[in-house]
T-cell receptor, first 112, second 113 residues
Framework: GEDVEQSLFLSVREGDSSVINCTYTDSSSTYLYWYKQEPGAGLQLLTYIFSNMDMKQDQRLTVLLNKKDKHLSLRIADTQTGDSAIYFCAETHTGGGNKLTFGTGTQLKVEL | EAQVTQNPRYLITVTGKKLTVTCSQNMNHEYMSWYRQDPGLGLRQIYYSMNVEVTDKGDVPEGYKVSRKEKRNFPLILESPSPNQTSLYFC????????????FGSGTRLTVV
């Protein structure tokens, strides 16, 4: 079955870049997503990447996909205190009925 | 405003007392899904629905029921809640094409004592 893993915590200084990593096991993954969860809130879709792409950039966010190693990363440039949140990677796959499989989430803490 | 609305936001109940968490979406989405979020485990799918009267089990369906009598509503029913169902629950909806992802509700924090 599918499995998605992330490290639990990341701490960075304001203004630095943050890199959140994710590994997945399902070779039939089609779309991979990054969601952000702020305290007391639901999940907000930040960005997604289709599995035949290597990279996607959207303002301060850069998603890198290494399909061979089944490794996904989210880079946040010029990290701000408002970026402090839990970040989840998730995937859907062929034949999965549009089901999202989530990683455990990475708690990003931005320090002044 | 396009949204997924869950009620209640917070609920404390006792073991064995039936409860329903409501979920409604105003985007005419085909897919709806329930997830529970537990520390260190991420989000796990409980049940999902691909259309009216079509529902199926997710990864952790035991102890839960759902129904989809109308497209906009997808209630989650706990017939006999137990303490291991204490969790944060999210309802989500999607139009069915993967590039959209899902829109999530704000969550229901359930405590079963």
């Amino acid at each position: 079955g599918e499995d998605v893993e992330q490290s639990l915590f990341l701490s960075v200084r304001e203004g630095d870049s943050s890199v959140i990593n994710c590994t997945y096991t399902d070779s039939s993954s089609t779309y991979l997503y990054w969601y952000k969860q702020e305290p007391g809130a639901g999940l907000q879709l930040l960005t997604y990447i289709f599995s035949n792409m290597d990279m996607k950039q959207d303002q301060r966010l850069t998603v890198l996909l290494n399909k061979k190693d089944k490794h996904l990363s989210l880079r946040i440039a010029d990290t701000q205190t408002g970026d402090s949140a839990i970040y989840f990677c998730a995937e859907t796959h062929t034949g999965g009925g549009n089901k999202l499989t989530f990683g455990t989430g990475t708690q990003l803490k931005v320090e002044l | 405003e396009a949204q997924v609305t869950q009620n209640p936001r917070y609920l404390i109940t006792v073991t064995g007392k039936k409860l329903t968490v409501t979920c409604s979406q105003n985007m005419n989405h085909e897919y709806m899904s329930w997830y529970r979020q537990d520390p260190g485990l991420g989000l796990r799918q409980i049940y999902y629905s691909m259309n009216v009267e079509v529902t199926d089990k997710g990864d952790v369906p035991e102890g839960y029921k759902v129904s989809r009598k109308e497209k906009r509503n997808f209630p989650l029913i706990l017939e006999s809640p137990s303490p291991n169902q204490t969790s944060l629950y999210f309802c989500a909806s999607s139009p069915g094409y993967s590039s959209y992802g899902y829109t999530f509700g704000s969550g229901t924090r359930l405590t079963v004592v």
